[in-house]
């Protein structure tokens, strides 16, 4: 009964009855056109009426080609302003009764409440940014000392500056999919709707890695601490149940002297000492890839090397031996390696590219060094090669020292 009745204007059996599920309105599915104007949600099987007649569908169309003339307006005026050479320029729109009308439907004030794939979530007035455009062209812009550089160093300070991008996306991603469905607070309840909408068919390590992005930017940006959300985090748990994480194969010590005995050095002789370098000093592949000439010191009788700064901020040193394996002098494929080493190569980074026997000027990038532990499984035949990855040699030595019986503190710091 319900379908045979318009679902914006409730009139009974309408002669003309459009689909908003299968109708669309400037490229767009009509429901999803509905919910933007309406700020409503609209889903498909739900028990309500899914067409509409066709009077309040020109209507519809009518109110949507508005609201996207009126953006597109803000944004052109935006440009504008962003090239008027005045000292301070404010334009400004007030849209109070505007907001009346369409942001308070039930009058109680400029909040109300909405539910969000089943999470009651506070929305708040948030006034689109193409109708309040402040452009501040004054000589203070250029001042070090503004608020806004200070912000910025100390987002500097307290983000990691490897991996400052993805937090910065991570938190930008949340902003948009807040103004998406006009949402200004921050609560629980909102990061359940947030985590459990946008991020639903993601790996559990992909959700709490989002997670402590987030905690550190939304800490660091707007003074609120998730980490006490802990319904957030119950959630999060409940998504790890049964999972299991890929972990890189580690190869075993015979393998890895069969690998440094019978492959030809004349293809494989930088993987060679990559292995011997990442094994001994349970190297990880960034650690590989910035391994410079002034980090190594020919002791004679052994390879000193100096990584001087590793993830954890502090220096690892580590010593390359002849070893005593049959057949495997491990000093002497460091040093034919490093003999190799082109003439006039202009930067100081110690594994360089290595065809048919010679060294090239170009360095090695990190997607190569990554590669290597797949090299050595395919040459000696070893199963799902693609399961040795760039932390292979890594894992590999905390392997070997387990079984060599060194103390577990010390493997809890290769972990």
């Known amino acids: 009964m319900a379908l045979m009745m318009c679902r914006i204007c409730l009139r009974p059996d309408p002669m003309v009855r459009l689909s908003l599920f299968e109708g669309t309105i400037a490229g767009r599915p ?3 056109v509905l919910s933007i104007v309406a700020d409503v949600p609209i889903l498909a099987g739900d028990p309500f009426p899914q067409v509409c007649c066709s009077d309040c569908w020109q209507q519809l169309e009518a109110a ?3 609201r996207e003339l009126v953006r597109e307006s803000g944004r052109k005026l935006g440009e504008m302003l962003a090239g ?9 729109q007030e849209l109070e009764d505007v907001e009346e009308q369409q942001q308070d439907p039930i009058g109680t004030g400029t909040t109300w409440s909405t539910i969000v794939d089943n999470y009651e979530i506070t929305k708040v007035e948030m006034p689109n940014p193409e ?3 402040q452009a501040e062209l004054s000589d203070s812009d250029t001042d070090s000392d503004c608020p806004m550089d200070v912000e910025a160093t100390a987002e500097s300070a307290f983000l990691p500056e490897k991996s400052k991008p993805l937090y910065e996306a991570a938190f ?3 902003q948009e999919w807040q103004t998406r469905n006009w949402i200004q607070t921050v609560d629980e309840n909102c990061l359940l709707a947030y985590f459990a909408q946008e991020l639903k068919d993601k790996r559990p390590s992909t959700k709490w890695s989002q997670f402590s992005m987030l905690r550190t930017t939304i800490n660091l940006k707007m003074g609120i601490d998730i980490s006490g959300f802990t319904s957030l985090k119950s959630l999060l748990k409940r998504k790890s149940d049964g999972y299991c994480p890929k972990k890189s194969e580690i190869l075993t010590k015979e393998q890895i002297f069969e690998f440094l005995r019978e492959a030809d050095d004349a293809v494989h002789l930088v993987t060679k000492v990559a292995l011997i370098v990442g094994v001994y ?3 990880r592949r960034e650690e590989l890839l910035k391994l410079t000439l002034d980090d190594i010191e020919d002791l004679q009788d052994s390879i000193k090397i100096t990584i001087p700064n590793t993830k954890t901020k502090s220096m690892r040193q580590f010593f390359v031996t002849s070893g005593t394996a049959p057949g495997v002098d491990m000093l002497q494929l460091f040093r034919a390696y490093a003999g190799k080493r082109a003439a006039g190569t202009n930067h100081a980074r110690f594994f360089v590219s290595y065809r048919n026997g010679k060294c090239t000027k170009q360095a090695i990038g ?3 060094i990554a590669k290597l532990p797949k090299t050595i ?3 000696l035949k070893l199963p799902s090669p693609e399961l040795y990855t760039g932390h292979c040699f890594r894992r590999s030595s905390a392997s070997l020292l387990a079984d060599s019986g060194v103390d577990i503190s010390v493997l809890k710091r290769l972990s």
């Open 30 to 32: 009509a429901a999803e």
């Open 64 to 66: 949507f080609n508005l």
């Open 84 to 92: 008027v050479g005045a000292d301070r320029v404010v334009v400004k």
């Open 131 to 133: 109708y309040n455009i």
């Open 172 to 174: 930008k991603k949340f």
């Open 281 to 283: 000093g349970a190297c």
């Open 366 to 368: 990190i997607n190569t």
């Open 377 to 379: 499984a395919e040459h």
